[in-house]
């Protein structure tokens, strides 16, 4: 395991906020040279702690105007239900997030939508053909208040 030292935790705070800033100016904010810049950012890709880049892209933009938060509750929680559920969800696209949860429900989803009647296709063409759904409940987001790569606690 890669220890985080206080320079690593400088450099993914900005690598958070902006991961197109070049190395010669995160090196000015963090007082090191490009040169170490560089080697730290690829050790912290390698150790698999950055683990990837990507561009924020507006939902909205792409005509995907809905975000539906679907909490799911499974007939039965064995190793083989759960490996099913997942390797499922991965087929629909508009979920684009998905986490196992402890709780009342054992999965909740995160999917992006045009509009009440996409997220009706979804149900009916996968999250209602999903294997071992017992209960789906969905509410949609009115709108975004906050997003943020990471918490900027102690960094």
């Known amino acids: 395991m890669h220890a985080l030292d206080q320079l ?6 900005r690598l958070a906020k902006n991961g197109r800033i070049s190395h010669v100016e995160l090196a000015s904010q963090v007082f090191l040279s490009s040169s170490a810049v560089a080697r730290r950012q690829r050790s912290l890709e390698d150790a698999g702690i950055i683990t990837g880049y990507s561009a924020n892209v507006s939902p909205k933009a792409l ?3 809905a975000t539906v938060l679907v909490h ?4 039965k929680q064995s190793d083989e239900a759960l490996s099913d559920f997942e ?4 087929s629909c696209e508009n979920v684009v997030q998905c986490f196992l949860m402890s709780g009342e429900y054992d999965y909740m989803l995160v999917l992006l939508v045009r509009d009440l009647e996409d997220f009706e296709r979804v149900h009916k063409m996968h999250l ?3 294997p071992a759904v017992l209960r789906i409940q969905s509410s949609f ?4 208040v906050l997003k943020r790569p990471i918490p900027d606690i102690s960094l």
């Open 72 to 75: 799911v509750a499974l007939t």
């Open 87 to 90: 390797r499922a969800v991965t």
């Open 141 to 144: 987001a009115i709108r975004e």
């Open 128 to 130: 209602s053909r999903f």
């Open 63 to 65: 005509g995907l105007n």
């Open 8 to 13: 690593d935790l400088q450099l993914l705070k």
